[in-house]
């Protein structure tokens, strides 16, 4: 089962990508009035696709939204890192949206393209991606005050315990010079489903992915308070939120 699932969204994601999507990611890319845009709303709709797909090739999966992140908009979303899912998960949240995303991935052949053309950030700017990361930090202005979304995992890789780990002070930077709220997400189980360090996966266990909105910094407070404290804040709130909700992390006993 576990073999068959993995093929299966694998397919879906080169393949289905091919065959069904890049045409439409090409004529938006020519025609669009804003191609950033246009390849974000079509990621975004990739991406619940592979949700959908995902949960009916697995039964026992259940995916838990909260309703009050469809709405969020010309903010700073954070959250916790659990898995390679987070990310496809939040593109699947929201229509508009933007992220930092590892240097590394931009040349990628088709997959760097797509997230060049969807306005991401590269979490680097060295040689080549140097004036790109510029622009994108100049246009992020504009973006987020027009109703874009920038998430951000401020830890900057997948939590192997569970713990939340160091963060890094990029996403708070950005959020303190946009002059934009930050919102704090939690997001759960997708290691459950989808364990770092493993190939395939988990589909014979009973599992339940949730995604909450936890928390808040309000714009008038990312203007005033010390980039160490808002992260400390944000730091808390998961924490506490994570605590209060061990019984969904009962495979990371040191939870």
Not at 63 to 75: A, H
Not at 95 to 110: A, G, L, N
Request: charged share 20%; hydrophobic share 45%.
């Amino acid at each position: 089962m576990d073999v068959a699932v993995t093929l299966m969204l694998w397919t879906y994601f080169t393949l289905g990508f091919v065959f069904f999507f890049a045409p439409v990611y090409i004529a938006a890319c020519l025609f669009a009035a804003d191609h950033r845009i246009a390849f974000q709303k079509l990621n975004h709709r990739f991406f619940r696709g592979f949700f959908w797909l995902l949960q009916t090739a697995v039964p026992g999966l259940a995916v838990e939204i909260d309703g009050r992140i469809s709405g969020l908009e010309s903010c700073v979303v954070v959250s916790n890192h659990r898995s390679y899912l987070d990310p496809l998960i939040m593109i699947a949240c929201f229509e508009k949206q933007s992220t930092i995303v590892k240097k590394d991935f931009f040349r990628v052949p088709i997959f760097g393209w797509v997230i060049r053309a969807a306005g991401y950030i590269p979490s680097e700017g060295n040689g080549r991606l140097a004036s790109l990361l510029m622009s994108r930090i100049e246009w992020m202005h504009d973006y987020l005050a027009g109703g874009g979304v920038l998430f951000v995992f401020p830890e900057g890789t997948r939590s192997r315990t569970g713990r939340i780990g160091q963060f890094n002070k990029g996403a708070f930077k950005i959020a303190r010079s946009c002059e934009t709220p930050i919102e704090v997400l939690c997001i759960t189980n997708t290691d459950k489903l989808f364990t770092p360090g493993r190939f395939l996966f988990n589909t014979c266990v009973k599992n339940r992915i949730q995604v909450r909105r936890v928390g808040r910094i309000s714009a008038r407070d990312v203007g005033r308070l010390p980039v160490d404290q808002m992260m400390a804040g944000v730091r808390e709130i998961m924490e506490n939120h994570l605590d209060l909700n061990s019984g969904n992390n009962r495979e990371h006993p040191d939870r």
